[in-house]
């Protein structure tokens, strides 16, 4: 069964910096487009950034040069580096496989305050 | 940035009621378009991908039409577990975008 449990979110102040991780089950990160993707609390869905199997990256221009995408292999692990946050980025933060999206985590909610 | 509009925002239907939501796109996006159902503090499920391919387990009364810039949802007969927040996506393109959603209410 395809399962994904994200985690690392919490309260941050703007400036901070924070680590997600997605945890992946029944399915190889490696070889598969995996995506972050976000809600804004009460808003609608925004595409984060995607890392193909083959190692290449994309990004929103909303979180280029201030999120980084990665994943640790031997883990099973999917990872969102987030830098320079702004109140901006608050929002749940989902982990989710495929092209298109088809299956997703729980989220997890990350909130950038003072 | 490919913008994807949908139409209407909030709709509101009974039990039984044919839906159709509409997603068009700001330029082509050929059939890369996936369709998503959303309840309250729940991540999103998928239900259609290449604008009308039923993903495996989604009910028959959902189907997806479309190609280009112009694609549609339909619920055939609207049950109590649909009502929800649809949103479509397209895949096309970087950056993904997706549709600022669709509201089914009880009417």
């Known amino acids: 069964e395809v399962q994904l449990v994200e985690s690392g979110g919490g309260l941050v102040q703007p400036g901070g910096s924070l680590r997600l991780s997605c945890a992946a089950s029944?399915?190889?990160?490696?070889?598969?487009?995996m995506s972050w993707v976000r809600q804004a609390p009460g808003k609608g869905l925004e595409w984060v950034s995607v890392?193909?199997?083959?190692?290449?990256?994309y990004y929103a221009d909303s979180v280029k040069g201030r999120f980084t995408i990665s994943r640790d292999n031997s883990k099973n692990t999917l990872h969102l580096q987030m830098d320079s946050l702004r109140a901006e980025d608050t929002a749940v933060y989902y982990c989710?496989?495929?092209?298109?999206?088809?299956?997703w985590g729980q989220g997890t909610l990350v909130t950038v305050s003072s | 940035d490919i913008q994807m509009t949908q139409t209407p925002s909030t709709l509101s239907a009974s039990v039984g009621d044919r839906v159709t939501i509409t997603c068009r796109a700001s330029?082509?996006?050929?059939?890369?378009l996936a369709w998503y159902q959303q309840k309250p503090g729940k991540a999103p499920k998928f239900l259609i991908y290449?604008?009308?391919s039923l993903e495996s387990g989604v009910p028959s009364r959902f189907s997806g039409s479309g190609s280009g810039t112009e694609f549609t949802l339909t619920i055939s007969s609207l049950q109590p577990d649909d009502f929800a927040t649809y949103y479509c996506?397209?895949?096309?393109?970087?950056?993904?975008?997706f549709g600022q959603g669709t509201k089914v209410e009880i009417k």
């Open positions: 029944g399915f190889t990160v490696s070889a598969n487009y």
């Open positions: 890392l193909y199997s083959g190692g290449s990256t």
């Open positions: 989710a496989r495929g092209r298109p999206t088809d299956y």
């Open positions: 290449k604008a009308s």
């Open positions: 996506q397209q895949y096309n393109t970087y950056p993904w975008t």
């Open positions: 330029q082509s996006i050929s059939s890369w």
